[in-house]
């Protein structure tokens, strides 16, 4: 090789072998016009091979043509003319010049550039076996091309492949930093880097975003293995690839939980609607181990707004939506609202402090007392105990927002004996006060409470200690509790029952199954949900319910209690039936215990149902039962 040309293989050498994934195209572009006037050629292309769809795409030129749309930008070998349809496999310099065996190549770099005939020298960038691309020079006319130049031509190429591989090996590591391997989505990473850009101050409009979290994947993976689990979620990625119609940034955010952030400004009525059509597109079956299968999903939606908010801020209040749209049965969409705010608050709290204010007997924690009626005569039989929670700042929360998360986070089994023990302590107080004789003390008992082991000795002891008669306590479990783990509820109520104590099925009506397992289970009495209650004098329905249960329990002997007595109508149609036991807002609020002290000393209350009487005062936080 002449000193010449070893000089512009060693000045591309020196460009080339700095150049980096994200400066290749320059550089190459202007090595390429460095060979070109070294050379003294009018032209030069570097083009790669992309074997998945049989093409040459050019990658650099000199001098740039900037055509658009270029008709040699991508070149298909099917339909190439007879030298680019060489370039796919081309293992050894080739040279052409104008000549009639290359008339079609000819006129096809005319069409392209303007130039007429050319004179060219093309060699191939190799990988091994494999031909990646091809580096060519050219000249308008003909031109002779000499052995050291195409050794040259050779040795630059070289380092052009090498570029390629380099770059190749670049993005791969730059891929699999930022996408899920099993699905080929975007990862979590690398969703939370776009949505930094997006969020930033200065960024237009507002950005969505859609999280969409599968329900009972688990029970996949348990029955049909983690291996099944992953097709399936591959299955799943597939279908909403599909489903989203709208330019997207799809990632998977983990296990079984995908976040669609739509690429342009989206408000959140917007989102929603995009949340509903994916909601209703993915849910296909799909064929995994030859068992068709699908997942309903939950998902949830949020919008942050560039500037004002942070990528983890606008991540937690959709993680909230979706929670809350799970946590209501799932398969629904949800939107985030500031209520969930406070919920997600109150499960701060709770996990913050809850278990400190129940080791310490904090007075946080209250018992409010709801009185049952015998409607006929109204005489009091007995009063249900409730749980609330005196909050600092959010007032005196109700038990259905914050039960759930206690057990979430597994003190149900502790809470709940807090609870027994207070209830009990105050019903022995009464008595010894002569109050509350004849009268039941009925308390909730938790689903975890039932499968914990210690509840049977807990209930015992406590009994012992405050001096109560075991027939005068009944413990209330709902009925979908009972009918999801028959076998363990079973035998913790045949153990309270050994004790003496009642037990009541909370709820009835609202689990549908539990009728078959009535007759098996040791139970006293029904408590009839409040949902048939409240409009039983107009809803048929309700009214058949009602009825069958007031039958049911007569059949096998047991007491039924209504709960959620609000209106006379409804109180007058219970009277009617044969159903005389209630509770509800009609009768009483639950009151604090020294209001239900004072009610329990009267024993009877008179009842007049004739006219619309005014439904007793709200409840109100109550200061000296402290729990
Ligand atoms: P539950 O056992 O069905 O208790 C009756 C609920 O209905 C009470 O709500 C009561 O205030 C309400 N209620 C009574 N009459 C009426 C009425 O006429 N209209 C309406 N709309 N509501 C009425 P609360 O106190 O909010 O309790 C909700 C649920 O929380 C309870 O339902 C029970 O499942 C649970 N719970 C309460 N205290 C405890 C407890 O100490 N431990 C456990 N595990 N659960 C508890
Ligand atoms: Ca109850
Ligand atoms: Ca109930």
């Known amino acids: 090789m002449s000193g010449a040309l070893d000089h512009l293989v060693t000045a591309a050498a020196a460009e080339l072998m700095a150049a980096s994934a994200a400066d290749s195209a320059a ?62 496999n081309l293992k050894v310099p080739e040279v052409v010049r104008p000549e009639a065996a290359n008339a079609d190549y000819q006129s096809n770099i005319d069409e392209g550039t303007g130039w007429g005939a050319v004179s060219l020298a093309a060699v191939p960038l190799l990988s091994g076996d494999v031909t990646t691309g091809t580096l060519a020079f050219g000249k308008v006319g003909d031109r002779e091309w000499l052995p050291e130049e195409l050794n040259a031509l050779q040795a630059v190429a070289a380092l052009f492949a090498q570029l390629q591989a380099r770059i190749v090996a670049e993005e791969q590591l730059h891929y699999l930093a930022e ?5 080929g989505l975007l990862n979590r990473r690398a969703l939370i880097a776009y949505l930094d850009k997006r ?26 293995g983690q291996n099944a689990g992953d097709r399936f979620i591959e299955a799943f990625a597939a279908l909403l690839r599909a489903a989203t119609d709208v330019p997207s940034v799809i990632a998977r955010f983990g296990g079984d939980e995908f976040v669609v952030v739509p690429a342009a400004s989206m408000d959140v009525e917007a989102a929603e609607e995009f949340a509903q059509s994916i909601h209703s597109r993915v849910q296909r079956k799909v064929v995994i181990d030859g068992e068709m299968l699908s997942r309903t999903v939950s998902i949830g939606v949020a919008a942050g707004i560039p500037g004002s908010e942070s990528t983890s801020d606008l991540l937690r209040r959709v993680d909230q939506a979706t929670r809350t749209a799970k946590s209501s049965g799932g398969n629904k969409v949800a939107i985030f609202s500031p209520e969930m705010s406070r919920t997600d608050m109150i499960r701060n709290d709770i996990e913050l402090y809850l278990e400190g204010i129940i080791d310490n007997d904090s007075d946080a924690l209250v018992l409010h007392y709801l009185p049952e009626f015998d409607m006929r005569t109204g005489e009091i039989l007995g009063t249900e105990a409730l749980i ?22 597994n003190l149900g089994a502790k809470l709940g004996r807090l609870v027994i023990r207070s209830a009990c302590a105050q019903f022995g107080m009464w008595q010894s006060r002569g109050v509350g004789h004849g009268a039941v003390l009925r308390i909730n008992v938790s689903p975890v409470q039932l499968v914990t082991e210690g509840i049977v000795d807990t209930v015992t002891t406590t009994l012992e200690e405050f001096g109560l008669d075991p027939s005068t306590v009944c413990l209330e479990i709902t009925e979908s509790v009972v009918v999801q783990d028959i076998d363990a509820t079973r035998k913790t109520l045949f153990g309270l029952k050994d004790i003496g104590v009642q037990i009541a099925i909370d709820d009835f009506g609202t689990g549908y199954s539990v009728l078959t397992y009535l007759k098996s289970l040791p139970v006293d009495a029904l408590k009839i949900d409040k949902g048939f209650v409240h409009h039983l004098d107009t809803n048929p329905g309700d009214l058949a319910i009602v009825r069958s249960t007031l039958a049911l329990a007569d059949a096998f002997g047991l007491d039924v209690v209504a709960e959620g007595v609000e209106t006379v109508a409804a109180a007058k ?19 604090d215990s020294a209001a239900m002290e004072s009610l329990l000393a009267k024993r009877v209350i008179p009842m007049d149902f004739s006219d619309a009487s005014d439904a007793p005062q709200p409840e109100t936080p109550g200061r000296k039962d402290v729990v």
């Open 27 to 88: 550089i190459s572009q202007r090595v390429l016009g460095n060979l070109v006037s070294d050379l003294g050629v009018d032209f030069s292309f570097l083009r790669h091979n992309d074997h998945t769809i049989r093409a040459t795409v050019l990658v650099a030129e000199w001098p740039p043509r900037n055509a658009d749309p270029d008709p040699i930008g991508v070149v298909y070998f099917a339909d190439a003319d007879s030298v680019f349809t060489r370039a796919e």
């Open 388 to 409: 609330r929670w005196q909050h600092p700042t959010l007032g005196l929360l109700m038990p259905d927002s914050f039960i759930q998360v206690v057990e979430s986070i």
């Open 573 to 591: 149609t219970l009277l009617a039936l044969g159903c005389s036991r209630a509770q509800g807002f009609l009768l009483s609020r639950p009151l």
């Open 199 to 224: 969020l930033a101050a200065g960024q237009p409009g507002s950005v969505s975003v859609v999280f969409l979290a599968l329900d009972r994947f688990k029970v996949i993976n348990e029955r049909l």
């Open 179 to 183: 996408h899920d391997d099993l699905t």
